[in-house]
């Protein structure tokens, strides 16, 4: 599937200058994410939601969408300074999962050894898998507003926050 064929179910990640997003607000539920934590402001940012549930969590977008479920990805370069927001629809008010990655390369293809994940629940990742439960955010009618600290690897105790230099 095209990436032309994934734009019409995804509210594009719009940073606006100063770091301040565009969130549209319209009749679906927004969902307004600020990214905090970044190891540095090369490549892009991508905000995926997804179902809520186990076996659907993580799973490829075009079997989700092939299958008629949901699925949307937000894609914005990441700013060159300043605070990082991004937005996203949601179909409507409910559960779902939220994964923000940061590709520092910009290759879209996640680099265990060089990009970033984030998720709603603050919980140290580390070598496992990020669980449901560490992704699930709700949805409510207008705009929600969430944070979420990116963790990148952290050589033998996995993935993590990036320590703040001066502590």
Partial sequence: MSLSLLVPLALTAGIAPGGTARCAIGPEPVIQVQVAGLKDRSGVLRL??????????LKGDRELLSQGKVYRRAIAPTPAGGPALLCIRAPHAGPYALVVTHDRDGK?????????VGL?????????RPRLA?????????????SVRMQYLQGLSG????AIRGK
Avoid: C, S
Avoid at 48 to 55: D, T
Avoid at 108 to 116: H, Q, S, T
Avoid at 159 to 162: C, I, L, Y
């Fill in 48 to 57: 995926e939601l997804y179902p809520a549930n186990e076996a659907d969590f």
């Fill in 108 to 116: 879209a293809k996640f680099n265990i050894n060089m990009d970033g």
């Fill in 120 to 128: 709603p629940g603050a919980e140290r990742l580390g070598f496992r």
């Fill in 134 to 146: 560490q992704a699930m955010v709700v949805a409510d009618a207008g705009v929600t507003a969430i």
């Fill in 159 to 162: 993935f993590g926050p990036v």
